[in-house]
């Protein structure tokens, strides 16, 4: 039987191994009974329109608003969230969308059971306890800079901007790669994929090299994604077969031009480690 001091502290929930697998493989899914709790509220709008009882037709469409709202801050707190806490360095987010997305979510729980059968103290319950398991759950955003160290010359947010819509491109290319039937495009897709990613991976671990990287990361990953939505819309219309080999090298170059500029950036680490390294011999060499 669980012992009583067991029951007299609550902590965050955190999910088990395998349950974050399953949010990291369908990142889609976060959030999205937000959106199924909330058709509820825009079908009941729907009742009360059709009965001509204003109050209710707002103030659930109302609610259902609060629940689209949570829903997309909550999507843009975790990606803000996970690339703060895969990067060594980075600025914590400059707005706790999280935070804001649990507290609409409990206003509106408190709302929507005051016009119930609920009386006010009883609807703050259920507000506190929405914003409670909220915590437990997904807890609240970061606040504290991990910038110990970081040029200051370098802006931590903008690279988190930067690798987010990174990721949401390359994501993007991956889905591309799995609509098409197999072959040697679909393995050039995922493997420039790839090379986006190691790319990504790379400035999340030395954010110094964010300006060598750019122009990869934003306009050419940019350019490959829509190429490749282009490419899979002709295939699905059995357009794409004049195409197929142009596009095949094309891919084939970007793997290749891709693989060395990532190369360039560890040769470009190597030299830097191998200057301060030197700077220091001679320093210590100078006080002995």
């Known amino acids: 039987m669980p012992s009583k001091k067991e029951f007299t502290s609550a902590s965050r929930y955190t999910p088990d191994k395998q349950k974050k697998k399953f949010v990291t493989a369908t990142p889609a899914l976060s959030g999205v009974l937000l959106l199924l709790i909330g058709v ?4 009941l709008s729907v009742q009360a329109l059709a009965k001509a009882e204003s109050f209710y037709f707002i103030s659930t469409l109302a609610i259902f608003a609060t629940y689209v709202l949570a829903f997309v801050l909550l999507r843009r707190g975790l990606a803000l969230e996970k690339i703060y806490n895969d990067s060594k360095y980075a600025k914590a987010p400059k707005y706790p969308l999280k935070t804001i997305a649990g507290s609409l979510l409990a206003l509106s729980t408190v709302y929507s059971a005051s016009f119930g059968e609920y009386s006010l103290f009883p609807a703050l319950m259920l507000g506190l306890s929405v914003l409670l398991g909220w915590y437990l759950y997904y807890g609240f955003d970061p606040r504290e800079d991990k910038i110990d160290g970081y040029e200051t010359s370098k802006s931590a947010e903008r690279i988190m ?3 987010i819509q990174a990721r949401e491109d390359i994501d993007a290319i991956k889905k591309n790669a799995t609509e098409l039937e197999g072959g040697d495009i679909q393995d050039a897709i995922n493997t420039t994929a790839l090379a986006f990613e190691k790319m990504v991976k790379h400035i999340e671990e030395e954010p110094d090299d964010y300006d060598r990287a750019r122009k990869y990361l934003v306009s050419y990953l940019g350019e490959v ?3 490749c939505e282009t490419f899979v819309k002709l295939d699905k219309r059995g357009k794409s077969e004049s ?4 596009f095949l090298e094309t891919l084939r170059v970007s793997i290749e ?5 990532y190369e360039k950036l560890l040769d470009e680490d190597m030299v830097s480690l191998d200057i301060k390294l030197s700077v220091m011999k001679k320093r210590l060499q100078n006080e002995e």
Do not use: A, C, G, P
């Open 243 to 246: 195409m197929k080999t142009s």
């Open 40 to 43: 509820n509220y825009l079908s």
């Open 225 to 227: 994604r829509q190429m």
């Open 161 to 163: 901007k930067l690798l």
């Open 257 to 261: 031009n891709l693989d060395t500029q």
